[in-house]
Each structure stands twice: as structure tokens, then as C-alpha cells.
């Protein structure tokens, strides 16, 4: 599986970005797609994820009813939208992927950093 992540920059706190995620290689339907992120000088961080196959997601606690997972299965893509941004959701985001069956994520992109300023 490749992955390629897009769509990070420079916000304002309070605004939004969408992160974007291009994934190929593979038949999807039996992978759940994550993203990551990690700041300076902190713990990598599972944001949140969603399984291909069925739509279900999950949310860490710092973004729930903040950001949105989703997915687009014709066009292969992952989506990571994000409002009401804080300075402390600065971070080099990550599109992670795995399979169901598997309790590690063993594909990664290259990350795109999202910096928020107060």
C-alpha cells in the first residue's frame, strides 16, 4: 500500500484545514486507515481512523467533535478534516494503514505538517 498525504499548512486557531490522503497498491476493503500525528518533542499519537470496509471510525479524546475521518472509495482517497484548530494540534500528520486483521500499522506516508498559531 502507498500513501500519499497532502493538504497541511499554516492556520489561524479556530480555523480548519483538510487533510488529504491518496492510497494505491491494494484492495482496500480489508484495511483500516488511521492518521497520526507527532509534535516536537512528544509521543506519536493516533488521532483517528476508519475502516474501509463499513465506515466505522474512532476519535482520540483531544479531537473528538473537532475533526472528521472519511473516506472515498471510488477514489481511493482519505480525508482528515479539521476545525477548530489549536496551537497544540501543530503537528507532522501522518496516513497510516493496516490490516483488520493486524495490530500494527505497517504503511505509512510521508507526513505533512499543520501549524497553528495563537
Known amino acids: 500500500v502507498q500513501l500519499q498525504a497532502s493538504g497541511g499548512g499554516l492556520v489561524q486557531a479556530g480555523g480548519s484545514l483538510r487533510l488529504s490522503c491518496a492510497v494505491s497498491?491494494?484492495?482496500?476493503?480489508?484495511?483500516?486507515m488511521a492518521w497520526f500525528r507527532q509534535a516536537p518533542g512528544k509521543e506519536r499519537e493516533m488521532v483517528a481512523t476508519?475502516?474501509?470496509?463499513?465506515?466505522?471510525?474512532y476519535y482520540a479524546d483531544s479531537v473528538k467533535g473537532r475533526f472528521t475521518i472519511s473516506r472515498d472509495n471510488r477514489k481511493n482517497m482519505v480525508y482528515l478534516q479539521m476545525n477548530s484548530l489549536k496551537p497544540d494540534d501543530t503537528a507532522v500528520y501522518y496516513c497510516?494503514?493496516?490490516?483488520?486483521?493486524?495490530?500494527?500499522?505497517?504503511?505509512w506516508g510521508q507526513g505533512t505538517l499543520v501549524t497553528v498559531s495563537s
Open positions: 497510516t494503514a493496516r490490516l483488520r486483521v493486524a495490530s500494527e500499522y505497517s504503511y
Open positions: 497498491g491494494r484492495t482496500l476493503s480489508n484495511y483500516v
Open positions: 476508519v475502516i474501509w470496509s463499513g465506515g466505522g471510525t
